[in-house]
């Protein structure tokens, strides 16, 4: 190779390298800030701060889910299978919400560690199948545990 | 090996064989997006979870992944540029640019329609969408930064040095996913491992993947033959299609 | 389309004026200049494709 391209292509390689380099290291000191949201085990080992808005995700524990009857406030159990918070919301929760998935709460975390959440967002998972799958996949699952 | 090379940096000839491939490639392309459109949106089963809301998919994975993987092109064809002073590389590196934006653009908007169904809000600052939006400025970036220089000389470089250095968020819009606690849900095709959709969907997906890429080559070509046209106005391969 | 219906449509529609406007815009600016030509107007080699460019990332918001 022409020793002036030589010349070039080292150049092109340091630009790349040294931009990679320079967000990467970025990144990693930033990498608490670029989460979305703290999973329950942080907020159990007291890493989110009270006080201030946040975000709490995980899944939603089954049949914690309790309706207030008279309102659209609503209480459920968020968990990460290590520590479970628990977060109060009043209004009207995504279509996708439902027990035994995804969720990402936003707001204040009390005194007593209970999440008083303003926003609700449904997280759903990669999966897609067909209804009938989905219910022979269930049907199958059930008979195997013999339930 | 080197006379193809040094074929491809020759105007004429490219245009010659880009109005060649065009021919071919622009119906078939035309024809898949047709199909894997229809077959989608009316033939593919719904999700058991999403519902029909999840059809999106269709448009928005392939707008997504063709976007990344036209930055790669872009700045690929700008390293070529640097390096050797090739003129067609400079063309191709220009021309991608608008069809990257446009493709991000697609992305970026179908992504906010499809959260308000699923997730229940349109945008959210997660790591996927954040870095989603900042491949849509580098796309930006680079035709706006072209257009600021008097010298295009100089334009092709800087365009070439800023597309080089922003390759570096392609990765982590891969694996932003995969690293940080996000909204947005991991991959669903994978390559080691079993895509996480059943066939039926997943089938037009990966037309919709193939139309787009073709989509890509497509705009990028008919972009480049109309730069070519321009850049060529007083040469006389240019002067030579008037008399046609 | 239970429900969804307007978010998927929206989603067809534009996107199909972005593919269209991908393909379609370059083309036409192509045998625009190819007319002007044939016509022996002196084309401006570097007004035209900053037009261009703007047409392509417009077409997607309109």
């Known amino acids: ?147 | 090996m080197w006379t193809w090379f040094h074929k491809l940096g020759s105007p004429p000839w490219m245009y010659r064989i880009s109005g060649r491939i065009l021919a071919i490639l622009l119906p078939l392309t035309i024809a898949m997006l047709v199909v894997g459109a229809v077959w989608g949106l009316l033939y593919a089963p719904m999700d058991f979870k999403q519902g029909n809301s999840f059809r999106i998919i269709y448009f928005h994975v392939p707008a997504s992944v063709v976007a990344l993987a036209g930055y790669y092109v872009m700045a690929v064809a700008g390293a070529v540029s640097l390096i050797w002073r090739m003129k067609m590389a400079e063309v191709a590196m220009k021309c991608a640019a608008p069809v990257g934006a446009a493709l991000t653009f697609l992305s970026l908007l179908s992504g906010a329609i499809w959260g308000k169904p699923t997730w229940g809000t349109y945008w959210v600052w997660d790591a996927r969408i954040t870095s989603m939006l900042i491949l849509f400025f580098l796309y930006l970036g680079v035709i706006v930064l072209y257009q600021a220089y008097e010298n295009k000389e100089a334009a092709g470089k800087a365009c070439a040095v800023l597309s080089l250095v922003g390759m570096v968020n392609i990765p982590i819009i891969y694996k932003s996913v995969d690293w940080w606690y996000s909204l947005h849900q991991p991959a669903t095709i994978r390559f080691t491992e079993e895509s996480a959709m059943h066939s039926s969907m997943l089938q037009p997906l990966l037309l919709m993947i193939l139309a787009f890429y073709c989509l890509f080559t497509c705009a990028l070509l008919l972009n480049m033959r109309s730069e070519l046209l321009r850049r060529g106005a007083s040469t006389s391969w240019v002067r030579g299609l008037a008399v046609n | 389309m239970d429900g969804h219906g307007v978010y998927v449509w929206s989603v067809v529609v534009v996107s199909v004026l972005v593919c269209a406007g991908l393909l379609v815009l370059p083309a036409r600016s192509a045998r625009r200049f190819i007319a002007g030509l044939s016509e022996g107007e002196a084309p401006a080699p570097q007004a035209a494709p900053s037009v261009r460019i703007e047409e392509v990332n417009n077409a997607p918001g309109s």
């Open chain 1, 1 to 147: 190779m022409h020793p002036v391209r030589k010349q070039r292509l080292i150049l092109v390689c340091f630009i790349v390298v040294f931009s990679t380099l320079a967000v990467g290291l970025v990144t990693y000191g930033l990498r608490g800030n670029i989460n979305l949201f703290f999973p329950p085990a942080e907020i159990a080992a007291g890493l989110a701060p009270t006080g201030q808005p946040i975000r709490l995700g995980g899944m939603v524990v089954e049949g914690s889910v309790r309706r207030d009857p008279e309102s659209l406030r609503v209480e459920f159990d968020v968990t990460d299978y290590q520590a479970t918070v628990t977060a109060v919301y009043t209004g009207i929760l995504p279509d996708l919400f439902s027990e035994g998935e995804g969720v990402v709460a936003a707001g204040v975390l009390d005194e007593n560690g209970v999440l008083q959440a303003t926003e609700v967002l449904a997280k759903h998972d990669e999966n897609y199948m067909p209804p009938e799958v989905a219910e022979a996949l269930s049907q199958a699952h059930d008979e195997a545990t013999g339930s």
